[in-house]
């Protein structure tokens, strides 16, 4: 018995049951008691009323026939069993009679001495009665009887059962008391329907009422109009109810905010619990390790990230915040694995979660994707090695023939002046080069170079492109394939002129002497590609996807290529402003075709 109802219920029937057993047992012993004194009064009125009787009889002088007539009559009420009359000595009334029957027990004795005498026993279960009572001489009984007036002259023995007379107050009185039982029966089932409306039902109201807030029904209200304090405890507990819900709505729209702002950042974001285990992420998360929520949530952030130091060590052996309870924030450099299937040099930064007891409940970690600083220090360092390099060998050279020019105690002769002052303007072309193609670059990495479109027939451009390469070209042989009607293009021709010049000074470089260069132009489709091929040292597959990126140089041979790895990149960048695309195919020690399209939107229609 757990809930408070039965207990309430068992208590009050508990109660109620011992009250009625109570009343019932109370009114049966007084009952009871009744109908027993009610049966001696009973025999003491036959008592009384058989002996007037017989007195009656015997002033009339009806002899013994008279009296057991009378004691006939009086049998016939059926409650007597027995009635004699005993005198105390035998006397004769009239003249001829018997004498009457002398006493018999110690009651008719003690009668005869002049004491009423009352006896009560058993018989079969009921109560029998006997009185005796003594005999006085009357004025009257002077005429039959030579005595003294107030003398006893006999007893009137007469026995009385109550058999019939209580068996009918027994049946009245179990009557009454199954009355009386129904009524406290039905009170007792009123005073409960009463308390199961007034309380039990209120208290049970209130309970699920509690039980639905509990479990975050924070819009439930408890509908108990009683009156009393039941009806207060419900109103304070929908005041309860209200203020949680408007605590809970603002907690929520916080929380709202805080979510939002996870999930819009950049960053990546997870958050462990105490367990260690994942148990909030971001898109950003997801985006970076390529596992979604569920592969990430209830799982340990060891098993799932892999980050790792720059001397290797998993950071949980390390830089765990679990290890540190005392260092509250932090942040630590790692390698650690994306969706690409590669690695990815991050920043994480943690914050201990601390609970309500003070001690550490979970940390929060931040992944700030260092792939574009990298990129960015990488560019810098790539720069910094290419204008080391690239400038200090055209300034050394300059700077070698002025200084020997300059010099006063040698004779140069004309030519060799001018071989010198030649070979200065061909360093300072080569720096000019070098500073166009990086001015060049940036404004179009900054969309501040406009294109100036207008109509040309790819055999201009080809043209163009080679005869301005003619000198780089020399006496290499060149295999021109253009398709024919090939379509004009709506472009910036010296712009698309650069991506040829590019392509086919690229060939040049990396290719032997005296091997052939291809140049093709042909419409497939909505564009028109063009090619320059050749059958040069190629490029390993590893470097194919970066080919294209500022300063970015391939390994092996193209090491001992000069250049200023610019011109791929400033290709990329004029085919995608044109809404084109380039790429290259290469295969090592047999060549590389770089390829580029003009889409539909720049062919003339």
């Avoid at 990430?296 to 799932?304: I, V």
């Avoid at 990230?305 to 830089?319: K, L, V, Y």
């Avoid at 204008?387 to 070698?400: A, D, N």
Wanted: proline residues 3%; negative net charge.
């Amino acid at each position: 018995m757990k809930g408070l109802y039965p207990k309430i219920m068992f208590l009050v029937g508990g109660v109620f049951a011992i009250t009625v057993v109570a009343i019932l047992a109370s009114v049966y012993i007084s009952e009871s008691r009744r109908i027993e004194q009610e049966g001696l009064n009973r025999a003491e009125d036959l008592s009384h009323m058989a002996f007037e009787a017989l007195y009656a009889s015997m002033r009339q002088g009806g002899g013994r026939e008279g009296n057991r007539e009378v004691i006939a009559r009086l049998r016939e009420l059926g409650a007597f069993t027995q009635l004699r009359v005993v005198k105390g000595n035998p006397v004769l009334r009239q003249f001829g009679a018997e004498p009457d029957e002398l006493p018999r027990d110690d009651l008719e004795r003690r009668a005869l001495a002049g004491t009423e005498v009352r006896e009560i026993h058993q018989e079969n279960g009921y109560r029998m009665v006997r009185y005796v009572m003594p005999l006085r001489v009357r004025a009257e009984c002077q005429r039959c009887h030579q005595a003294e007036i107030g003398a006893i002259n006999g007893v009137i023995s007469a026995t009385i059962s109550l058999r019939e007379y209580e068996e009918a107050l027994r049946r009245r009185r179990n009557l009454s008391l199954l009355s009386l039982g129904g009524g406290l029966v039905a009170l007792g089932l009123l005073s409960f329907y009463t308390l199961q409306r007034i309380v039990i039902h209120p208290l049970r109201t209130i309970q699920q009422g509690a039980s639905a807030i509990a479990q975050g029904n924070l819009g439930h209200r408890l509908e108990v109009h009683t009156g009393d304090e039941l009806e207060s405890l419900a109103r304070e507990f929908n005041r309860m109810a209200r203020r949680l819900q408007e605590s809970y709505g603002r907690l929520a729209e916080e929380q709202g905010k805080v979510l939002a702002a996870i999930e819009a950042s950049q960053d990546a974001i997870w958050v462990s619990d105490a367990d260690r285990q994942v148990v909030m992420v971001n898109s950003a998360l997801e985006q970076l390790t390529g596992l979604s929520r569920k592969d990430l949530l209830g799982q340990r952030c060891r098993y799932l990230f892999g980050a790792r130091t720059h001397d290797g060590a998993s950071i949980c052996d390390t830089s765990c915040p679990f290890l540190h309870p005392d260092t509250h924030s932090g942040k630590v450099e790692a390698c650690m694995p994306t969706r690409l299937g590669k690695e990815a040099w991050v920043e994480i930064s943690y914050g201990h979660i601390t609970g309500s007891d003070g001690h550490l409940a979970g940390v929060v970690h931040i992944v700030h994707d260092l792939t574009q600083r990298k990129e960015v220090e990488r560019l810098k360092d790539e720069f910094i090695s290419m204008v080391s390099h690239e400038l200090r060998t055209p300034l050394h050279h300059i700077k070698g023939f002025a200084t020997t020019l300059l010099q006063t105690d040698v004779e140069w002769d004309v030519e060799t002046q001018r071989d010198f002052l030649e070979s200065i303007n061909r360093e300072s072309d080569r720096l000019t080069n070098l500073v166009d193609k990086i001015l060049h670059l940036s404004r179009l990495e900054a969309n501040e170079l406009p294109m100036e479109k207008e109509w040309y027939q790819v055999y201009d451009i080809v043209d163009g492109a080679l005869t301005r390469r003619r000198s780089l070209i020399g006496n290499r042989e060149v295999r021109l394939h253009l398709a024919p009607e090939l379509p004009a293009l709506f472009v910036d021709g010296r712009e698309i002129e650069v991506v040829l010049m590019n392509l086919i000074e690229n060939a040049v470089k990396y290719s032997a002497p005296g091997t052939p260069i291809t140049v093709r132009a042909e419409h497939r489709g909505d564009a028109v590609i063009f090619s320059v091929a050749d059958q040069g040292i190629g490029i390993p597959a590893e470097h194919l996807e970066r080919i294209f990126e500022r300063f970015y140089r391939a390994d092996g041979g193209a090491r001992r290529v000069a250049g200023t790895g610019l011109g791929l990149a400033i290709c990329k960048r004029i085919v995608e402003a044109h809404g084109g695309q380039i790429w290259v195919e290469s295969t090592p020690h047999v060549g590389s075709v770089f390829s580029f399209s003009l889409p539909s939107s720049t062919v003339a229609a």
